[in-house]
T-cell receptor, first 115, second 114 residues
């Protein structure tokens, strides 16, 4: 079974530029999460999707961050414009959403550096 | 709101020895899950072990076991016969049954020394 895929793995941009990250969850997983992991900290939830609907985006800085999951499969997270404090690893995770198991499966992450 | 606290930023252990990582949490929920995730250097996060709060028996996965103390809201991870490949960041995480929001601790960096 293929795992959660993310691209790119690394991205370096200057502040005020825009950037987008892509995530392909495990096939059949209805629930998809985006996390921000700042160096030395645990992951912080940004947004959660159930199929193509947003379940929780309370911690997403909506003035600059946006995310979509139009067809209920792949998802894109965008930052526009980026700030220095956005430097972090962005993790995508997915879960079945059913009774098969409560755990989330994580992708390798995208390491973003904002200069 | 739920919070997860890992009070040991860094730990080290000699290969083949046993080490225990601490985790405490705060919640008003009665039904929830607890997890330990491992994040090796530059590699993705993987699940080590999970515990359902309603189960009194501590979860065990090969060399990994937990000490779940529900009343004390404590959830420690014991790694027996430590191996060099156990070197990683370890995160404790909490999720209530009726909430999809997973809360993570700040992590403990474990180094296994040869």
């Amino acid at each position: 079974e293929a795992g959660v895929a993310q691209s790119p793995r690394y991205k370096i941009i200057e502040k005020r530029q825009s950037v987008a990250f892509w995530c392909n969850p495990i096939s059949g997983h209805a629930t998809l999460y985006w996390y921000q992991q700042i160096l030395g900290q645990g992951p912080k939830l940004l947004i959660q999707f159930q199929n193509n609907g947003v379940v929780d985006d309370s911690q997403l800085p909506k003035d600059r961050f946006s995310a979509e999951r139009l067809k209920g499969v792949d998802s894109t997270l965008k930052i526009q414009p980026a700030k220095l404090e956005d430097s972090a690893v962005y993790l995508c995770a997915s879960r079945t959403g059913g009774l098969a198991g409560p755990e989330q499966f994580f992708g390798p992450g995208t390491r973003l550096t904002v200069l | 709101a739920q919070t997860v606290t890992q009070s040991q930023p860094e730990m080290s252990v000699q290969e083949a020895e046993t080490v225990t990582l601490s985790c405490t949490y705060d919640t008003s929920e009665n039904n929830y899950y607890l997890f330990w995730y491992k994040q090796p250097p530059s590699r993705q996060m993987i699940l080590v072990i999970r515990q359902e709060a309603y189960k009194q028996q501590n979860a065990t996965e090969n060399r990994f076991s937990v000490n779940f103390q529900k009343a004390a809201k404590s959830f420690s991870l014991k790694i027996s016969d430590s191996q060099l490949g156990d070197t990683a960041m370890y995160f404790c995480a909490f999720r209530a049954y009726n909430n999809n929001d997973m809360r993570f601790g700040a992590g403990t960096r474990l180094t296994v020394k040869p």
